[in-house]
Each structure stands twice: as structure tokens, then as C-alpha cells.
């Protein structure tokens, strides 16, 4: 079974800096598109960033110039790069992968930022 396993999520202070982790099992990121979704209280999932096998990525304009996806395919490893964050990023992040027109999630990791 594929299994993607979130890490690097916490508190951290406006303005500071995260970087969360997905580990891949059971799959091989290099034909798989991948993304960061994130979830906050009462709202509905939305997409963060997503990229695909090609490399080409897609950003919301909220978070473009401060957030940067990147994998590392030989680790099966995605990473999303958090900077300048504020209040308004609090949500918990979920990893998606989607091959063979099959969805895969993460069970995601919190992530405060306080001002």
C-alpha cells in the first residue's frame, strides 16, 4: 500500500521559517504528480503547490515568492520550503500524490504561526 508520511510542522513565529517533509512508501515519486494542500479550521482544502514528474509547478498566489516545493526522487522525498510565514498560513499541510488516476494522502502536519 502507498503511504505518505508528513513531517516538520510546529509553532513558529510570523515571519519565521519551516520545512516540511514527505516520505514516499510503496511508490516511486518520478512519474507521479505531486502537491501541498493545507486545511484550515472551517475551511475548505486548497492546494498549495503542485508539481509534476516534468517538474513544471504551480504556486497559489498566496504563498508564490515564499514557499518552494522541491523532491529529491532517489529518496522519494518532496519537501516544501516555508519562509516569511504568517498568521493567515496556520493550517494543517497534507501531502498528495496522484498516479494511475489515484489519489494518495498524507495524514498531515500542523502547522501555527503565530504573530
Known amino acids: 500500500q502507498v503511504q505518505l508520511v508528513e513531517s516538520g510542522g510546529g509553532l513558529v513565529l510570523a515571519g519565521g521559517s519551516l520545512r516540511l517533509s514527505c516520505v514516499a512508501s510503496?511508490?516511486?515519486?518520478?512519474?507521479?504528480?505531486m502537491a501541498w494542500y493545507r486545511q484550515a479550521p472551517g475551511k475548505q482544502r486548497e492546494v498549495v503547490v503542485q508539481i509534476t514528474s516534468g517538474g513544471s509547478t504551480n504556486y497559489a498566489d498566496s504563498v508564490k515568492g515564499r514557499f518552494t516545493i522541491s523532491r529529491v526522487s532517489a529518496k522519494n522525498t518532496v519537501y516544501l520550503q516555508m519562509n516569511s510565514l504568517k498568521p493567515e498560513d496556520t493550517a494543517v499541510y497534507y501531502c498528495y500524490a496522484r498516479r494511475w488516476s489515484v489519489d494518495y494522502w498524507g495524514q498531515g502536519t500542523q502547522v501555527t504561526v503565530s504573530s
Open positions: 510503496g511508490m516511486s515519486f518520478s512519474s507521479a504528480t
